[in-house]
């Protein structure tokens, strides 16, 4: 891997600071550009981020910082989000356990699913309307459908890579299927379906924003629209920026997990290089 | 005759692959007792891998049986314990040392007695205190001796190896061989041990079973006259030693006619 | 910056075999044999739950019906076209990203300086969805070219750059340093060593990117209401009574397209570093 960057804790500490004052530096030439340009597709950041704090986080320490606004235009997204990537997690780790294990069940079924992948996601959105309807149900199954993919193929891979050692190490010590199962092929294929958990939750971000603009009473992606239609462009870079902090925030919480479950294996790459 | 713990009987297997069959096996027949260290050698090749997957019964043979304490095995039997070549893929880096050696007694002893039986294993092989370590953070040598100790915990009757000191250097392989001699004797345990170094083989057993090239026969069942306790040096200078390493070495050597290529 | 979006990460370098390797020793009779029963099967359980009209009829037409309509469609040189916009829009949008991200990552791998500082900036700018940016360059770019290939650029921007950083890194330091003591300049290490050396991580990014664009670009049509390309095409079918059947046989068509592009990438990747394609599943 790389061998240029230090690894020091100070070189570390520097970095992040060299990261975070070019960001800053960036966010000034933005303001200052903004400012003078004067053009309202682009207002200021500052007003921007004012108003993304006065919609949704002033409501004072005492009342939970988080507005009313918060509840009903961010939080039924971000309901929809988990319960479709949930779905589609538990789904997908399991037909890919499915396939990893059954071959026939593989071959059979592979060409199909690497069809279905590769459908665009928003294009589903009028069949899914016109199966399931309008509700929260037709944008938590396209979320599902769109962010299943990712987790079985990797799932299905990590499974079929899992070492044979380790399962013959597994079965010399008659071990129960059930066990084999939860004991070892999935943690040695733990690696490979959080990753495959990490690109499932930008996908779904993505279709839920998607199937929000599309049809919806309420979410991040239907103030967008809503903004859009009444050329509010400063409250659609605040859901633009509300969007950009659920993606940065999912994908911090999923690494921070990461860490904690899987150490053992950055530390072991770490030490084989 | 003492008791046979281990009975092979006219085992074969073949392997029926895309590319036709292949004749491993061809009807092997042995018997390991009591106390034995059997080691077993032969040039690559020869089938030692498929013969010991079908001991373990990780491999249904297709043809001949295999009884283990009177008892024919189907899949792999109770009593028995297997330590693999490839540390590496065989003990889970996901587990801690301590997690790994216990490994084999989960769900079948509560917790008091498997962190009992673990410090019990871990100190049998030298490696006190180091529950709390990942396999991955100690030297091949010691990883090898957790595999050990796994095995150990689950107090087996016979223990199968499978060229176990093959991916360590030779002065870690030194250690590792008295260990085994050690715990062979603090356990009074049955070895099978399968080797393609000659030396190693008669160091360390009481019985050797040479192997041919596949289709693989037994070529010869030698006993070992060496007494025990054996010593890294003095053993291997007593002539004894050297005349019967030269016997297995020249067994190995026949059992190669013309060079059969044959994948196993 | 963490790599690419669907590789598994690297697994340890064991001589053990896995089940993997032996479900590839197979033959490609069989899996060409089963494979087919699966395709033959699912579209044989999908006419008869629309024939038996386990579902509406106006959510599922039958497998005959979609298949017949699509072969329709792939013969009428309007709808042909419309895949020609999207096409277009998405290749345009391609390049953009492709000009923007190789000389980019490249400039950023060799600097530890430039990567240091411009990590923050992309950690925070990436997690945003292009989709999420639609309704805005609608009104600032119309619905035409220019907002697609945008959505499409903004889209595949990140995951190029980051593929093209990580090959770059990757590059075997040895290599390097050899080169800078026979006194090549920085400049013709970067050309000689390091370049030769991070192309397969670049096209296995372009090969992630290239799906992604044609996605994106149907996605943008359909959002934003353009009114060339499939995407746009598809949304006017599905607002048309009766408009169901070509709205599936469309789905299926941009499937099919997205697979034949796909399988194009893979040759070329094949032909240009087959040598270094390690990690695949």
């Given at each position: 891997m790389t061998t240029t960057l230090s690894s020091t804790t100070v070189s570390r500490w520097s970095n992040a600071a060299l990261g975070w004052t070019a960001a800053a530096v960036l966010l000034l030439v933005w303001q200052l550009g903004a400012v003078s340009a004067r053009s309202p597709y682009f207002p200021p950041p500052i007003d921007i981020f004012g108003n993304v704090y006065d919609r949704w986080?002033?409501?004072g320490l005492s009342h939970g910082i988080l507005t009313d606004s918060f509840y009903s235009d961010i939080l039924p997204s971000i309901g929809r989000l988990l319960v479709g990537l949930a779905i589609a997690w538990i789904v997908g780790i399991t037909l890919g356990v499915l396939l990893g294990r059954i071959p026939v069940l593989a071959m059979t079924i592979e060409p199909l699913l690497h069809f279905m992948r590769g459908?665009?996601?928003?294009?589903?959105l009028p069949l899914a309307l016109v199966l399931?309807?309008?509700?929260s149900a037709m944008r938590i199954g396209l979320i599902t459908f769109g962010a299943i993919w990712p987790v079985l193929f990797n799932t299905y891979s990590a499974v079929r890579q899992v070492p044979e050692g380790f399962e013959d190490a597994a079965r010399s010590t008659r071990i129960s299927r059930t066990g084999m199962l939860f004991r070892v092929i999935l943690p040695s294929a733990s690696t490979g379906i959080f990753a495959g958990i990490k690109v499932s939750t930008s996908l779904g971000i993505i279709l839920l924003i998607a199937s929000e603009l599309y049809?919806?009473?309420?979410g991040i992606g239907f103030g967008l629209s809503q903004a859009q239609r009444s050329f509010e462009f400063l409250t659609m870079w605040s859901y633009i920026v509300a969007l950009s902090i659920l993606g940065y925030l999912s994908n911090l919480l999923l690494v921070r997990i990461e860490h904690s479950l899987l150490d053992w294996h950055r530390l072991r790459m770490a030490i084989d290089n | 005759m003492a008791n046979a713990l281990l009975e092979v009987d006219n085992l074969s297997h073949t392997y029926h692959t895309d590319r036709g069959e292949q004749r491993v096996l061809n009807g092997l027949s042995f018997s390991v007792d009591d106390g034995e260290f059997v080691s077993i050698v032969g040039p690559s090749g020869c089938g030692k891998t498929t013969l010991l997957r079908t001991l373990s019964g990780l491999l249904e043979p297709t043809g001949g049986t295999i009884s283990l304490g009177g008892r024919v095995i189907d899949g792999v039997p109770e009593g028995l314990a297997m330590v693999f070549q490839d540390y590496r893929a065989s003990?889970?880096?996901?587990?801690r040392v301590g997690a790994n050696v216990e490994f084999p007694l989960l769900g079948i002893v509560g917790k008091s007695e498997r962190r009992a039986r673990t410090a019990e294993s871990l100190a049998a092989v030298g490696?006190?205190?180091?529950?709390?370590?990942?396999?991955?953070?100690?030297s091949g040598g010691m990883q090898q001796r957790v595999a050990i100790a796994r095995a150990l915990a689950m107090q087996p009757k016979l223990l199968l190896m499978d060229?176990?000191?093959?991916?360590?250097?030779a002065q870690t392989r030194s250690d590792l061989e008295d260990l085994l001699l050690r715990v062979r004797d603090q356990y009074d345990m049955t070895i099978l041990f399968v080797t393609h170094d000659v030396d190693e083989s008669v160091y360390l057993s009481t019985r050797v079973v040479s192997l041919s090239k596949a289709p693989t026969v037994k070529t010869a069942d030698l006993l070992i006259p060496l007494d025990f306790?054996?010593?890294?040096?003095r053993t291997r200078e007593e002539e004894l030693f050297v005349t019967t390493r030269g016997e297995v070495a020249r067994l190995i050597r026949q059992?190669?006619?013309?060079g059969l290529q044959v994948e196993v | 910056m963490t790599s690419t979006t669907e590789i598994t990460p690297t697994r340890p370098v064991t001589p053990s075999t896995s089940s993997q390797d032996r479900f590839l020793r197979r033959t490609n009779l069989t899996h060409l044999f089963w494979g087919t029963i699966g395709v033959l099967g699912f579209l044989t359980l999908w006419e008869l739950v629309a024939r038996l009209h386990l579902l509406p009829r106006d959510a599922l037409p039958p497998a005959s019906t979609t298949l017949a309509r699509a072969a329709e469609l792939l013969t009428d040189p309007a709808f042909l076209t419309q895949i020609g916009y999207t096409l277009w829009a998405a290749l345009v949008g391609y390049a953009i990203a492709l000009v923007i991200a190789v000389p980019l990552g490249l400039l950023l791998g060799l600097s530890n300086r430039l990567y240091a500082a411009t990590s923050t900036i992309v950690e925070l700018v990436?997690?945003?969805?292009?989709i999420g940016l639609v309704p805005l360059l609608v009104l600032v770019a119309g619905q035409g070219l220019e907002m697609k290939s945008a959505v499409v650029a903004l889209g595949c921007v990140f995951p190029l750059l980051v593929n093209t950083i990580h090959g770059v890194h990757s590059t075997n330091g040895v290599a390097r340093a050899t080169a800078r003591s026979f006194g090549w300049s920085p400049a013709l290490v970067a050309y000689r060593v390091v370049w030769p050396s991070a192309v397969p991580s670049v096209l296995t990014g372009v090969r992630v990117t290239v799906s992604i664009a044609l996605i994106l670009c149907i996605g943008a049509e359909f959002i934003g209401g353009s009114t060339t390309g499939l995407g746009s095409w598809l949304l006017l079918q599905s607002m048309l009574p009766q408009g169901i059947d070509s709205v599936c046989a469309g789905v299926i068509i941009a499937g099919l397209l997205g697979l034949l592009i796909n399988a194009i990438v893979s040759v070329l990747e094949t032909k240009y570093a087959s040598w270094a394609r390690r990690d695949e599943g």
């Open positions: 986080f002033s409501a459908l665009p996601g928003p294009v589903l399931v309807g309008t509700g049809a919806a009473s309420d | 003990l889970f880096p996901w587990r490696l006190e205190g180091m529950e709390e370590r990942y396999p991955w953070q100690l060229e176990p000191f093959a991916s360590v250097d306790p054996r010593d890294q040096i059992a190669c006619p013309g | 990436r997690p945003l969805p292009p």
